[in-house]
């Protein structure tokens, strides 16, 4: 059967529910999603005196192909963005700075090392860009500390490499038309149980400060701040939790980034966007797929994917949740990576568009939790992959698992000649 048969059956199902899925594709087509850069070089960036990956990170596998050079990322994530539904974003880390051969300074980095990207972003229709700065791959953060760290030479370091790259932002969006969400992680904290918690916070939060006081203007530049649990050589403590965060950006107006891998392993953030959306106005995401320990597998849609895309949708909060991915995976083809993703994160929102939430909700007002956990049972398995199928090819992009082919020849001729 045709696509759009399947699509006009499919959509009278939802129909019947009073659910308009032309309305919902409309919706569905504003909604950007912030594409890491970094699953194509396995976090590597490009620095002409390029160290190790550290930071309490690790990026397995050694699958061929990967991105060597600026040009040969771009090229990647263009065919990536070719196969995947709508306008999204990039979203860059400092190591991706270009310099032309130089070394260049973390603290010395200027949005003159970032126009081939503008440009870039610029010419593929307009696309907005995020940023990182990057405090981690670096002899300055070689004991996993930075802006906590004892030395104030070592912190004001870092401090000035966060300024530079908030000026970076700020110039992505006055070029793009768009503000630049810059977002702030570091890796600091201990393997072993610490003797004094408060002190590398005390220092955390004065940095903090300090990076925050240069004034940028929100309608370039949105600041956010990412807690973690605990990474590779911090098990037993990091300075930049979910609290110290959560009071730091609920406090100062900054955004609190939550990823999904930076959690204890029952904890889930779709239960906490409902929360944080109450006392303040944003909120922004790394969606990644935490397995066993903080991995960052590829996003599949499973129920956590598909929790957080209703938490988003039902409570009307797609304009308050920025939307970024965080995985990589070096074991596969990286651009099916984006692409598989990606997708996923696409359609788990389509998903949700296509669950009567508001009947729902007035179930659970009246008490009636066994209609409420019949539907919701049932509405899993509506015919939403036939949505899902004529949105893909609405928006020119391979419909099901066709895109494959294309990566497939991608990988034959570009991506296997590296
Ligand atoms: C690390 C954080 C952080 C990084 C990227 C590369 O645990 O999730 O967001 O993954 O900045
Ligand atoms: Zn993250």
């Avoid at 992505?172 to 038309?177: A, R």
């Avoid at 403590?237 to 100062?252: C, R």
């Avoid at 106005?281 to 996003?299: E, F, G, M, N, Y």
């Avoid at 788990?348 to 019949?374: C, D, I, W």
Wanted: contains cysteine.
């Amino acid at each position: 059967m045709m696509v759009k048969e399947s699509y006009e059956l499919a959509k009278k199902e939802y129909e019947k529910w009073g659910i308009n899925v032309d309305e919902v594709l409309q919706q569905l087509q504003q909604v950007p999603i912030s594409i890491h850069c970094w699953q194509g070089d396995d976090v590597g960036g490009f620095e002409v005196n390029k160290g190790e990956l550290s930071g309490g990170i690790d990026v397995t596998g050694n699958y061929p192909g990967k991105a060597r050079t600026p040009e040969e990322l771009r090229s990647d994530l263009e065919k990536a963005l070719s196969l995947i539904p709508g306008k999204h974003r990039v979203n860059l880390h400092a190591i991706y700075a270009e310099t032309n051969g130089e070394v260049v300074e973390r603290d010395r980095l200027e949005p003159k090392h970032f126009e081939n990207w503008v440009n870039w972003a610029k010419e593929h229709g307009n696309l907005g860009l995020d940023f990182n700065p990057t405090l981690f791959s670096h002899e300055k953060s070689a004991d996993g500390l930075t802006l906590s760290h004892p030395d104030p030479e070592i912190r004001e370091f870092w401090i000035n490499h966060c300024i530079a790259s908030r000026k970076i932002a700020e110039y992505f969006g006055k070029e793009l038309g768009t503000p630049a969400l810059t977002n702030v992680w570091i890796p600091d904290g201990y393997k072993d149980v610490p003797s004094d918690r408060l002190t590398p916070r005390v220092r955390l939060k004065e940095s903090l400060d300090k990076i925050f006081q240069v004034e940028i203007d929100e309608q370039y530049n949105i600041d956010a701040v990412e807690s973690k649990l605990f990474g590779i050589g911090s098990e037993a403590y990091v300075v930049g939790s979910h609290e110290f965060y959560m009071g730091y950006a609920l406090k100062n107006n900054k955004l609190c980034l939550l990823d999904t891998g930076h959690y204890h392993p029952t904890e889930m953030v779709s239960n906490k966007i409902s929360s944080m959306l109450l006392y303040s106005d944003k909120l922004a995401l790394h969606v990644s797929r935490p397995v066993r320990w903080d991995s960052d597998h590829v996003v599949t849609l499973d129920d956590e994917l598909k929790e957080i895309s209703l938490e988003i949708v039902r409570n009307d909060a797609l304009d308050k949740v920025m939307i970024g991915l965080d995985f990589f995976d070096a074991s596969i083809n990286r651009v099916a990576a984006w692409t598989i993703g990606t997708r996923n994160m696409i359609k788990s929102l389509l998903y949700a568009m296509l669950v009567p939430n508001n009947h729902l909700k007035q179930l659970q007002e009246e008490g009636n939790f066994t209609e409420r956990l019949a539907l919701m049972e049932e509405f899993k398995t509506y015919p939403f992959g036939a949505i899902w199928d004529y949105y893909c090819e609405q928006m020119g992009v391979p419909v099901k698992e066709t895109w494959l082919e294309d990566v497939k020849k991608y990988e034959k001729e570009v991506l296997s000649q590296r």
